[in-house]
């Protein structure tokens, strides 16, 4: 099957400063990336979709401005959390969906996010 | 909007026992329905899936029934191994744009 990374795996940042968070696709091309939020005992929280050189689409009550999303490639999307706050602490998952044959969505490790 | 309930609290069994694990959908439109597996370390995977009502999904010995007239999607295994230790999400996808919308999870241990 198809590989999806993320990085870092893991980070801890101060309140107030930003954090960006790498997901690509490493042998094939992701027409569309989906960023999601886990929350301790919770299910995945779709938090945006982004398609490769447009703007993203985000999930009601997510904001746009905090949780800036980039698909530049066809194999990198970057999701960066702006002037984190401790509420922002959770498990950030990527997954990225291929076309023909898998047309199935691929997901990587996860990023733990930690806000001090 | 849809949504997708599973149900509560870990599941703990022996070795080689049976695994059940339930899942309830609601949806407007006539969804796909996916088990993934996430192992401890590990990003999700996709177990088995189900397009459309009646249509069976199976892989590594799971099983899952695609029931429209109960709206679920129950996971069964018949003999679990340690190995099968894993998180379980249920989900569906909206057949027009591919959102996955996630229950949220059951953990199962399985004890040697």
């Known amino acids: 099957g198809a590989v999806v990374s993320q990085h870092p795996s893991r980070v801890i940042c101060k309140s107030g400063t930003s954090v960006k968070i790498e997901c690509r696709s490493l042998?094939?091309?992701?027409?569309?990336m989906f960023w999601y939020r886990q929350f301790p005992k919770k299910s995945l929280m779709l938090m945006a979709t982004?398609?490769?050189?447009?703007?993203?689409?985000?999930e009601q009550g997510v904001e746009k401005d905090k949780f800036l999303i980039n698909h530049a490639s066809l194999t990198l999307s970057t999701l960066t959390v702006t002037s984190a706050h401790p509420e922002d602490s959770s498990f950030y998952i990527c997954?990225?969906?291929?076309?023909?044959?898998?047309?199935?969505?691929?997901f990587g490790p996860g990023t733990r996010l930690t806000v001090l | 909007g849809d949504s997708v309930t599973q149900m509560e609290g870990p599941v703990t069994l022996s070795e080689e026992a049976f695994l059940t694990i339930n899942c309830t959908y609601t949806?407007?439109?006539?969804?796909?329905l996916f088990w993934y597996v996430q192992y401890p370390g590990e990003g999700l995977q996709l177990l088995l899936k189900?397009?459309?009502?009646?249509d069976k999904g199976s892989n590594k010995g799971f099983e899952a029934t695609y029931r429209k007239e109960t709206t679920s999607f129950h996971l069964e295994k018949g003999s679990v191994q340690v190995s099968d230790s894993a998180v379980y999400f249920c989900?569906?996808?909206?057949?027009?744009?591919?959102?996955?919308?996630f229950g949220k999870g059951n953990q199962v241990v399985v004890i040697p």
């Open positions: 997954s990225a969906r291929s076309g023909i044959p898998y047309n199935e969505q691929f």
């Open positions: 042998d094939f091309q992701a027409t569309t």
């Open positions: 982004s398609n490769e050189g447009s703007k993203a689409t985000y």
């Open positions: 949806a407007t439109g006539y969804p796909s």
């Open positions: 189900a397009t459309k009502a009646d």
């Open positions: 989900a569906l996808s909206d057949q027009g744009n591919n959102r996955l919308a």
